[in-house]
């Protein structure tokens, strides 16, 4: 099958290879899933640069990827949940990182796996795992629910889109930082949206002058503006600055979960939950997609279609 692959750890793309490669094998409790989209994630790239080194066992070569759509060519023994020719996604992280998903085809543990919704297209499908998990559970981490007023960093990208319009859906008020050139678009997914330049926090307050009672940190080292806005016995969580714990906040890492994305499915099918695509790329071209992720402007999700 065809494949992107890196042999070594790199800062760059400069062992990123496309080509031949042997397809995967599955076993008991596994589905083999046909590529259909595969999201790009900033972690993609930091594995490659070797950023999980000292958590996870690494095996060259490595097909990089986490985020599949696809449809189920194979099953293993004991896998009675799916069957061949069924259209699912799933946050296909495993315990070691060789196998991915920018590939052909990917062996997913059935655990992983959800049934694809019919409101979203391959794309959007590819896209929607690892940051609709993510989105779910920072929110599940700060009990978002009626009356809350949550705070959420970097509201366009493609965890705080979903963080808004899950949060929406939970009842709260939503304010979203962005640059003003994606202020409708955060508008438009229900949120308040603000500029994230200096005066930030004078401009949150002046919205919510009692303060915000829910934080969502989706791009790092913000503890000094949530402090600042954060309500008496409000929660506050990031999922890139472990620092925030010293505070009384949360440090998400998000997990393969099945169930959980399958109530992400449901949430599409209600239709209070979408997926915006930036742009798609092709195999040979994941060396751009990275790239693209890489200037952290990107505006929803970047795809990758075999």
């Known amino acids: 099958m065809r494949a992107v692959t890196y042999d070594a750890f790199a800062p760059d793309n400069s062992r990123l290879r496309y ?35 000292q958590m996870m066992d690494t095996f060259f070569p490595v097909v990089p990827g986490w985020d599949v759509a696809g449809v189920v060519v194979a099953t293993g023994p004991d896998t009675p949940e799916f069957a061949v020719g069924d259209e ?15 590939a052909e085809y990917v062996a997913v543990n059935a655990t992983a796996v959800a049934r694809k919704p019919v409101g979203l297209d391959w794309a959007q499908a590819g896209g929607l795992p690892l940051v609709g998990l993510t989105a779910q559970r920072v929110l599940d981490r700060l009990e978002v629910g009626p009356g809350d ?116 499915a449901a949430a599409v099918d209600r239709g209070v939950l979408t997926i915006e695509v930036a742009q798609t790329f092709p195999l040979d071209k994941v060396g751009e997609a990275f790239d693209a992720s890489r200037t952290g402007h990107t505006r929803g999700k970047l795809v990758i279609v075999p």
């Open 88 to 102: 699912v996604m799933a946050y296909a992280r495993k315990d070691s990182v060789h196998a991915g998903t920018f």
């Open 149 to 264: 007023v949550l705070l959420v960093y970097g509201a366009a990208g493609g965890v705080g889109s979903a963080a808004v319009q899950l949060g929406v859906d939970r009842g709260a008020r939503v304010i979203g930082t962005a640059s003003e050139h994606n202020h409708a678009f955060v508008r438009a997914l229900g949120a308040e949206p603000v500029g994230y330049h200096d005066g930030l926090a004078e401009r949150v307050r002046a919205l919510a002058p009692d303060g915000v009672s829910a934080v969502a940190d989706l791009v790092g080292g913000q503890w000094p503006v949530t402090s600042a806005v954060l309500a008496p016995g409000g929660r506050h969580a990031s999922i890139v600055d472990s620092s925030v714990e010293q505070h009384g906040g949360h440090w998400i890492w998000v997990g393969p979960n099945g169930a959980k994305l399958a109530e992400l």
């Open 19 to 53: 080509g031949e490669v042997p397809e995967p094998t599955f076993g008991p409790g596994q589905v083999l899933v046909q590529v259909k989209a595969a999201g790009v994630n900033p972690v993609d790239w930091k594995v490659m640069a070797g950023g999980l080194d």
